[in-house]
């Protein structure tokens, strides 16, 4: 199984060295901006090398807005985000699922969705998977709930798409982490990638704040349990300074 870390993206490769990782995620501009991102110095190294490389759309990303000035413009940067993914030889763009507002029919936050997808099939598709992810918090969120997710899930899973499933954002949506793999295979027929977080609010709690294993509110055997089950990547996002000791507890549980 391999295991890594979201990291900085100005050194991604020694980055990894530092952490023991195998795999590596990272942002390819500024996660709070729409700013199309630039060529990353280390695109070669990263294509030709041993690592697995995720990247992560950002966070100002909504495909699910009725408001044209945050729809269009993510559409947008989630293609652009893609075409620089494939640059550095990635396996996947990682995309929350966003949200509608308290005014708005979820049903067509999900509409939203699709039509995007259909739209890009139309242009050839994506040149990485979009890996779809679950979210912590938010009433009229598209993919906070596995129940939302599955609507969402069904409009959309026929061009592709892959899931990335978050172990501090079911925890603090109010989703058992300890089931959640089976639960989200039941839907989604596939978990591409996990984000194994701790988590350092209480279940339920709607804050996405992540922890080191063992330092927040999950049990870590749950966390092992999580990834063992999903049989796929293993990112931790968590605190850098504690990123290596999860890798290597991580590694350890799975591995023994």
Not at 83 to 97: I, K, P, S
Not at 146 to 171: M, Q
Request: with cysteine; proline share 5%.
């Amino acid at each position: 199984m391999l295991i890594g870390a979201h990291v900085r993206e100005d050194d991604p490769v020694a980055a990894a060295a530092a952490r023991g990782a195998e795999v590596v995620q990272m942002f390819l501009s500024d996660p709070q901006s729409w700013k199309k991102p630039p060529a990353h110095p280390q695109a070669e190294q990263l294509r030709a090398g041993p690592l697995t490389v995720v990247v992560h759309a950002p966070y100002v990303v909504n495909l699910a807005s009725l408001n044209n000035r945050i729809r269009i413009p993510s559409r947008k940067i989630v293609v652009q985000h893609a075409e620089a993914a494939a640059q550095v030889g990635a396996v996947g763009l990682v995309v929350h699922g966003g949200h509608v507002t308290a005014a708005d029919d979820p049903a067509e936050g999900v509409a939203n969705w699709r039509k995007f997808f259909t739209r890009q099939a139309a242009e050839g598709g994506f040149p990485v998977p979009v890996l779809l992810e679950n979210t912590a918090g938010g009433d009229h969120a598209m993919a906070r709930r596995f129940d939302a997710l599955a609507r969402l899930w069904d409009a959309i899973a026929e061009f592709g798409v892959g899931f990335c499933l978050d172990t501090c954002h079911a925890h603090a949506a109010g989703e058992e982490v300890a089931d959640a793999v089976d639960r989200i295979k039941a839907i989604t027929g596939r978990i591409d990638l996990v984000h194994l977080n701790d988590s350092r609010d209480a279940f339920g709690s709607g804050a996405d704040r992540h922890a080191n294993v063992g330092d927040g509110t999950i049990d870590p055997d749950v966390l092992v349990g999580a990834c063992a089950a999903a049989g796929a990547p293993v990112v931790v996002e968590t605190p850098a300074e504690g990123q290596a000791a999860d890798i290597a507890f991580l590694r350890a549980r799975l591995d023994g």
